[in-house]
């Protein structure tokens, strides 16, 4: 909480909370449900211990929302004036309390760890997706980041995913990955 | 006292555990013989290379070991370190020589060794590195190993015929150790970072380690591969000059670092002096044979504008400006390789630069390409395209014909023994990749690497990840298999140790090296290859599963298909652990030719 009093700290993650505020707008949770191709959903929900990299294997995506959907994430990033990463992270029918990454952005991601195909919801990721409204995550996180989360609405309004905005952390020093 | 010591010799291929008994993968039915009627190490040894032995040291308390030869010959001593291995549920922890750490002057030995904390231990293992120059005069050459201890010494002689047989300069396979970027370097050399590592002073201490990195492994006959961006198309600044502007005014700027990196290393001067801890250098000092270009889909073009006018002008310009810094340093020696890394399954960009499944993707690889082709047009720079494959690879091999490849093929690569024929023939460079053998594996394993890449008359293997052995190597190994270089920090070694297989790779490499020069010599290769077949139990070709050959690469998976496309080490269980010797003999049969 100390951290969070620093002005630096608090003019991020204004313009994170404000990058967000954009995002809930212009992200198109249609757009986004039209990204992963069909067959690829059953491999991230049905993991078979056996065969580690199943769904890796399978995971195909249409070209045209991807890159769109990736385009609007680097703008989306291109609103703070400092260097951030945005992510896309999805529900899908049949994966209970996680969410899986669907478009990335940068390196700087709080919550991807590499060749994750879903997550755990953490609270702040449960209370975007239940409040539909942004939400600036825990300050104090091993990540060393500022992250804060854009709800992704469909047509009918209902929430299916949120847009994390992570940043590193201006006290941290974190360097931005260049491999992990 | 030296009495209560004891020195004994084992081959090269034969381990032991710290107590005296033979590592269970390394016990041969006719073991390779290392020593004379008399007990004296027996060697015979090309020039322009090494001769190995293991030198077993027996006993209990202090003792200094040290080794000499004469004849114009250098020998060198590396103590073994044995990793620990925890058991499996509770199991008793094994313990596995592998780290090899340079014994320079007549330094104090403790038995059993504190510093390995190694309850009861009995036996020290180290390794023995005889070099033999090209100028050596070939006959017999003597030396010694003496353990010193209370006054007393015991020693061991060593016999060496020099072979009228020189060992090529130039590998003719170009064994390679893949990495990625240089943060792991950073966990591995705390001390040498320091706290908090920032700016200038950790990119020069990463430089200064990635110079060790390649200088040990060249000294090795090896390629060190150094991936510098990751797959979200980040990139440290040691890997490339930065990005300033947009569209038509996009300039490539600040070069410093980059040319402090890649500078000695493209044009071969860092080879001019050894890594900190090694003997030598040896090798000529000459350009390595290929590094990584840092092109990738968000270098040195924004990938915002993919699709759009903006990403072909600043792709083509970034390609040129890059080229033409190359040219005006007159780097045109080594491989530039143009690598698209990444994969979609990580979510950063919606197709496959590496391994491509849906044959799709290749849309946008083919555009990569063909705005690369304009960006280098005809330089004198030696650009290709490196291609890492396997599902799609038969696909791929017809599709990307004319352009300047560079195959990287999985393990489906022993699929198709008459399509990789075709790209050797047609000019592409054809390399195939695996992991490193794991350090429980037969010693002689990774001698496999360079065999099967001169059966299949490829042109190189690259081990994935050959850097990384594991979060604890010392205490908690994980047995190794990304990495067989270890960081020598904890040994007051400010860069890289090597490994024995390292080391017998190196052995194997030479072989390799004197086989292919007397058989193309002699014009007798598909003879002796076939000779070979006959004698070595490798598969070199593998009929593929039906799953292979009814359903498209897109349907393939590790369940249908029975096979792990990802590049592990597969034990060859069939394998006698001294299989290399007919290699050997083979390779040290051409004196005088």
């Known amino acids: 909480m100390m951290a969070r009093q620093n002005p630096k700290v608090r003019k991020m993650l204004n313009a994170l909370t404000e990058t967000a505020r954009v995002a809930s707008v212009i992200v198109d949770g249609e757009e986004a449900g039209r990204i992963l191709e069909s067959g690829s959903a059953h491999y991230i929900t049905h993991p078979d211990p056996e065969h580690r990299y199943l769904a890796l294997d399978h995971f195909v995506v249409d070209h045209g929302p991807f890159l769109r959907m990736k385009k609007t994430l680097k703008r989306l990033a291109m609103l703070a004036d400092f260097s951030c990463s945005a992510c896309l992270w999805v529900t899908l029918d049949g994966l209970q309390d996680k969410v899986t990454p669907l478009v990335q952005d940068g390196a700087m991601g709080r919550y991807y760890r590499f060749g994750c195909q879903t997550v755990d919801l953490t609270p702040e990721m449960a209370a975007c997706l239940e409040n539909g409204e942004v939400v600036v995550a825990p300050e104090d996180h091993r990540s060393n980041t500022l992250t804060v989360l854009a709800p992704v609405f469909d047509s009918l309004g209902d929430t299916v995913g949120f847009v994390e905005l992570s940043a590193a952390h201006p006290i941290t020093n974190k360097i931005e990955p260049g491999w992990d | ?593």
């Open chain 2, 1 to 593: 006292m030296a009495a209560s010591f004891e020195l004994k010799a084992a081959h090269e291929w034969l381990g032991h555990d710290p107590f005296g008994q033979p590592k269970p993968s390394d016990v041969s039915d006719s073991p390779g013989v290392v020593t004379d009627a008399k007990g004296a190490v027996s060697l015979r040894a090309a020039r322009n290379g090494y001769a190995s032995f293991r030198v077993l040291v027996q006993g209990a308390g202090e003792y200094k070991l040290s080794a000499s030869i004469r004849g114009g010959l250098e020998i060198d001593l590396f103590k073994v370190w044995y990793h620990h291995i925890k058991g499996k549920e509770g199991g008793p922890t094994t313990y596995w020589p592998d780290a090899l750490i340079p014994v320079r002057g007549p330094k104090a030995q403790q038995l059993p060794d504190p510093d390995n904390r190694i309850d009861g231990q009995t036996t020290q293992e180290f390794w023995v590195d005889v070099y033999v120059p090209a100028d050596a005069k070939p006959g017999k050459a003597s030396g010694r190993v003496r353990l010193a201890a209370g006054g007393e010494t015991v020693s061991l002689s060593v016999k060496v015929q020099v072979l009228d047989l020189t060992i090529p300069e130039e590998p003719c396979v170009v064994i390679d150790h893949n990495s990625y970027g240089c943060r792991f370097l950073q966990k591995f050399f705390p001390k040498t970072f320091g706290k908090n590592p920032r700016g200038e002073r950790m990119w020069n201490k990463s430089i200064e380690l990635l110079h060790n990195y390649h200088r040990l492994v060249y000294e090795h006959r090896g390629l060190l591969s150094n991936l510098g961006y990751g797959h979200s198309g980040t990139y440290d600044p040691i890997y490339a000059p930065r990005m300033e502007g947009r569209g038509r005014d996009k300039k490539l700027v600040g070069w410093e670092l980059y040319d402090k990196h890649y500078g000695p290393v493209l044009d071969g001067s860092l080879f001019a002096t050894a890594a900190p801890g090694c003997p030598g250098p040896r090798r000529p000092a000459k350009p390595v044979w290929g590094v990584y270009a840092p092109l990738n889909p968000e270098f040195p073009a924004s990938y915002l504008y993919w699709g759009e006018k903006a990403f072909e002008v600043e792709f083509v310009n970034g390609v040129r400006q890059f080229d033409a810094h190359l040219r005006e340093k007159g780097w045109t020696h080594s491989k530039i390789v143009f690598y698209l890394n990444h994969k979609k399954r990580y979510r950063w960009f919606g197709w496959d630069g590496d391994e491509v499944k849906d044959i799709k993707d290749m849309v946008y690889q083919r555009e990569f390409v063909r705005m690369w082709e304009e960006g280098v047009g005809d330089s004198p720079v030696q650009w290709v395209y490196r291609m890492d494959s396997s599902w799609q690879m038969k696909n791929l091999f017809s599709m990307m014909e004319g352009h300047k490849n560079f195959w990287v093929c999985g393990g489906f690569h022993r699929w198709y023994p008459e399509e990789i024929p075709k790209l050797v023939a047609r000019g592409d460079i054809t390399w195939w990749y695996n992991g490193t053998p794991p350090i429980t594996a037969a010693s002689s394993m990774i001698l496999g690497l360079s065999y099967e890449t001169w059966m299949r008359r490829m042109h190189g293997n690259c081990a994935w990840l050959s850097t990384n052995p594991g979060p604890d190597p010392w205490f908690d190994s994980d047995g190794g298999g990304t990495g067989s270089i270890y960081p020598g920090e904890r040994f007051g070694i400010k860069g890289p140790i090597p490994s024995i297989r390292l080391k017998i790779e190196r052995n194997g490499i030479q072989d390799i090296d004197l086989v292919n020069r007397a058989v193309e010599a002699a014009g007798n290769k598909d003879a002796v290859q076939e000779e070979f077949k006959q004698r070595i139990p490798i598969e070199l070709w593998k009929k593929p599963p039906r799953a292979a050959v009814e359903l498209p690469p897109e349907e393939w998976d590790s369940r249908n298909l029975r096979e792990e496309h990802e590049p592990e080490a597969v034990e060859q269980k069939q394998l006698d652990p001294a299989w290399w010797q007919t290699v050997r003999d083979r390779a040290l049969a051409g004196e005088g030719k």
